[in-house]
């Protein structure tokens, strides 16, 4: 079964950062894009950034709110990617999924349950 | 980027009805379009990928359709599992954008 699991959500001031983690088992994850996405309480999905798989040079993209703030990255070999969170807002809080193409090879078709990021004083 | 609407934004209907959803993009996307189900507290579910198909487990009365920049889903017959929010989003243009979501409630 294929699994993503999210980890490292908190309580953060604002101006402070986070790193978050998903952890992937049951597919080939070297051979997926991964996303993160975001939900603000009572708020619709946003796409955070996502990372593209070593076939593709591990290129970034970013969503504009977060864009110089938040930095993917990943380690294939320990089946993780990372969201890195600086100069952390208000506007952040928000539950993080993180999602891969592990199936279909281009949409968000594996989804971890998420993990809440707070960002309050 | 690429802006999604959504209409309605709250349906209410009940169990056997034949619902429809409507999700319009700012500029085309051909068919770069997909739909997830999401219930409260929980991850979104892909159930449409590329206007039409179906994923793996998903029941055949959802259905996808339209192209350029007019697409809908489709329930031909709700049933209890089917109360959720449904969000459409474009493939077309990163960052992938999300409709604002339409709640399908009793």
């Known amino acids: 079964e294929e699994l993503l699991v999210e980890s490292g959500g908190g309580l953060v001031q604002p101006g402070g950062s986070l790193k978050l983690s998903c952890s992937a088992s049951?597919?080939?994850?070297?051979?997926?894009?991964l996303h993160w996405v975001r939900q603000a309480p009572g708020k619709g999905l946003e796409c955070v950034g996502r990372i593209r798989r070593k076939g593709e040079n591990y290129a970034t993209e970013y969503g504009a709110s977060v864009k110089g703030r938040f930095t993917i990255s990943r380690d294939d070999s320990k089946k993780t990617a990372y969201l890195q969170m600086n100069n952390l807002i208000l506007e952040d809080t928000a539950v993080y999924f993180c999602?891969?193409?592990?199936?279909?090879?281009?949409?968000?078709?594996?989804w971890g349950k998420g993990t809440t990021v707070t960002v309050s004083s | 980027d690429i802006q999604m609407t959504q209409s309605p934004a709250t349906l209410s209907a009940s169990v056997g009805d034949r619902i429809t959803i409507s999700c319009r993009a700012s500029?085309?996307?051909?068919?770069?379009l997909a739909w997830y189900q999401q219930k409260p507290g929980t991850a979104p579910r892909l159930l449409i990928s590329e206007v039409s198909g179906l994923e793996s487990g998903v029941p055949t009365r959802f259905s996808g359709r339209g192209s350029g920049t007019e697409f809908s889903l489709a329930i031909s017959s709700l049933q209890p599992d089917d109360f959720a929010t449904y969000y459409c989003?474009?493939?077309?243009?990163?960052?992938?954008?999300f409709g604002p979501g339409t709640k399908v409630a009793v």
């Open positions: 049951g597919f080939s994850f070297s051979g997926s894009a």
């Open positions: 989003q474009q493939l077309h243009t990163y960052p992938w954008t």
């Open positions: 999602a891969g193409d592990f199936l279909s090879g281009l949409y968000m078709d594996v």
């Open positions: 500029q085309t996307i051909g068919d770069w």
